[in-house]
């Protein structure tokens, strides 16, 4: 699904990584991001939502490996990559690589197909974001052009996945099957619901571009689902069995073991997110809750538990590791 501003994006740049960047840096860059931009943590800031809209595409690229090739290909052909002749030495024009590919009249190549259509050709895709037509080396029929089209989903529908319908432009409906586990900021590509051919060849595609809204508890990470549960100091300090929301509806009970600081992460198995890459788990991350107001009774006996416990600073390391950087 290859775009012709490739060449003009450096999305390694958008995402502030290098281009061998891993995997997972890669994910952990993209999510630290995602969260700094995303619109509902920055209510009416325009910059913030194009940001956070350049983010997704540069992921969504990069995170896919034949996207990623595909990008790169593109890249080094606009950074001024040239190609060799098989005789003669020298290098190639872009008639001499392509003319192959094109008519010749009069000793002049002649094209009519868009830019899009020559990278079609190239990369094996009919179609790259709203081309005007598809093009064929034997003179047959062109593809129609792709249509763009964007929807927002509920977060539960985007991680079991729905059948949808959507109103285009022209006031016709289109049925959606929308996978499980679909992201937000995902682009489906539905074969054949795009323009019409001009000349009786294939119809174009449907590019849906998926917009996720927020869950008022869980928070995707990946295939996982992240949940903040409040636990009392004396349930971090002496051990507790508590339970956890589940995005079933369900709680699940968890042990807390004694002494579990506050950040810490309790993994459920197989709990939420499933695609065709994997079943994620649920991760529960422990916050210690302090209350707002103690009781005198309360005050008292905790006075007492400071006065028996022995003297220490918790910060002490952090002090230390400051003063030797």
């Not at 795009?194 to 995707?220: I, N, Q, W």
């Not at 699940?252 to 997110?273: D, N």
Request: no cysteine; hydrophobic share 35%.
């Amino acid at each position: 699904m290859a775009s012709q501003d490739w060449f003009d994006k450096d999305f390694y740049a958008v995402l502030g990584v290098k281009k061998d960047v891993s995997d997972a840096e890669l994910k952990k860059t993209y999510r630290k991001l995602a969260r700094q931009f995303h619109p509902d943590s920055n209510p009416g800031d325009a910059k913030a939502e194009a940001r956070f809209k350049e983010i997704s595409e540069a992921y969504s690229v990069l995170s896919d490996p034949q996207m990623r090739q595909e990008y790169d290909q593109i890249r080094a052909m606009g950074s001024g990559a040239r190609f060799t002749p098989g005789a003669g030495g020298g290098s190639a024009g872009f008639e001499d690589v392509f003319g192959g590919m094109f008519g010749q009249r009069g000793g002049r190549t002649q094209y009519t197909g868009g830019f899009e259509d020559l990278l079609g050709g190239m990369f094996g895709g009919g179609g790259f974001g709203t081309p005007t037509g598809g093009f064929r080396g034997d003179g047959g029929p062109t593809k129609g052009a792709d249509i763009s089209a964007k929807t927002t989903l509920d977060f539960l529908t985007a991680i079991r996945g729905d059948t949808v319908t959507l109103t285009m432009q022209n006031g016709r409906e289109t049925k959606v099957k929308i996978p499980e586990g679909v992201a937000d900021g995902q682009k489906i590509r539905l074969k054949g619901k795009g323009h019409p051919s001009a000349d009786g060849g294939p119809a174009g595609d449907l590019v849906l571009t998926v917009a996720v809204r927020k869950h008022p508890v869980f928070e995707r990470e990946g295939l996982n689902l992240r949940v903040d549960v409040p636990v009392t100091f004396a349930e971090a300090a002496l051990g507790a069995t508590i339970e956890v929301p589940t995005l079933d509806g369900a709680p699940v009970k968890l042990r807390v073991a004694p002494g579990t600081p506050s950040g810490r992460v309790l993994r459920v198995k197989g709990r939420v997110v499933t695609t065709g890459k994997g079943t994620g788990d649920l991760l529960a991350e422990v916050v210690v809750a302090v209350p707002n107001h103690l009781p005198d009774k309360a005050k008292d006996a905790l006075e007492k538990f400071a006065a028996a416990m022995p003297a220490e600073n918790p910060r002490a390391e952090l002090l230390d590791r400051a003063r030797g950087a």
